[in-house]
């Protein structure tokens, strides 16, 4: 009987080995980043992931980390002022603003502020093609409210009347603004503007049978309209041509999020199914899968810097993805918050790079941008502007 029992284990066993072992050959076709699930460093399996408020966990500097603190304040949106025709700022210059409407610039150490406007909370701030302008993109109820700061003049200008603008972009070179408005007919007019003339006017390109989209401005000919995600239903992304005046669908999926390069030719996708179960990958422009990810994140916690490189804010506990969590809409209500490590994916050569992996600071972050050999972002967990030593 006792070696019935024991043959009974080492065939279990045998066959809980075999099961491994397919799920294991199962998982190592060519995905891109495959380097990440043969990552040593005990960091990434061990680190956890927390739920609740912001500043819930203030994140702690070490001395002589990697990573700085740059604002003293939340950073609700930033940018750079690199090639600034500006004669009163340096190249080097950052500038953000706070939750109180404040336009912050900080220099090497030290910080100022150079202006301040309420009208809302701030949806996103771009620089415009001359870098010592930006448009700063309020949120006010249902509507949006476009301005232009001039970081020299400390003066703003409004670029909106009474309308209802629902969303707004700006152009990759800087120089334009398009913009959408409701109109209280069961659908939308899309509009432009050039910036560089200060008394220019929106031109109205054409009427649309949608509602409930946010666009991006993700090349000189083409706009996408994307839908609101939700794991409960199927967003989608459609492109309008400027030259055509063509609207197409080229994207499908639920919960569906995506993070385009800067010049709209690649695309970083999350999508959710059912079963909970979740994916995030490389696409082109056309919606075209280019490779999958074994690891899960958010868009907006990503940076394409070039075709082959990807920067990213990865979850150190993947198994967030399995719980009774609900993405992307628990992420985006701020219900869940992550413990992340940053990393380097070079999609060319399929290599992984760990940049950022140690305890402290707790970082949950989005927003990545470029900045010399340094990468900033801003951190969920206490709002404010950080840079990586890279």
Known sequence: MR??????IIIIALVAIGIGVYFAWQKSNQNVGDNFDQTNNQAVNQAGNYSGQMNSISPILPANGKIKLLS??????????????STQFQSQDIFYISEDGSVNKISGTSEDVIGKENLGSVKFAKPLFNANKVLIV??????LIPEVF???KKIWRPLSGDELITAVDLSTDGKKMAYVVDNFKGGVDLFTIDLSNEKGKGVKLITLNIKDFDIKWVSDNTILFASKPSFDYSSEIWKFDLKTKTLSKIIESNGLIVN????????????SAQNRSYSFSLIDNSGNSKGSFKFITFPDKCLISSPSQIYCAIPRDQSIF???ATFPDDYLKRAVYFKEGIYQVDVGQNKFQALFEEESPIIDAINLSLYGSKLLF???YDGKLYSLEI
Not at 75 to 81: D, E, K, S
Not at 138 to 143: R, T
Request: net charge positive; proline share 0%; hydrophobic share 40%.
């Open 322 to 324: 399995s719980t009774n």
């Open 138 to 143: 309020f949120k006010k109820a249902n509507s």
């Open 260 to 271: 385009w390069s800067k010049f709209g030719d690649l695309g970083l996708k999350f999508s």
């Open 378 to 380: 801003i951190n969920r």
């Open 3 to 8: 070696k019935n029992i024991i043959i009974g």
């Open 150 to 152: 001039d970081i020299d």
């Open 72 to 85: 003293k304040n939340n950073a609700l949106a930033y940018w750079i002022t690199n090639l600034s025709t």
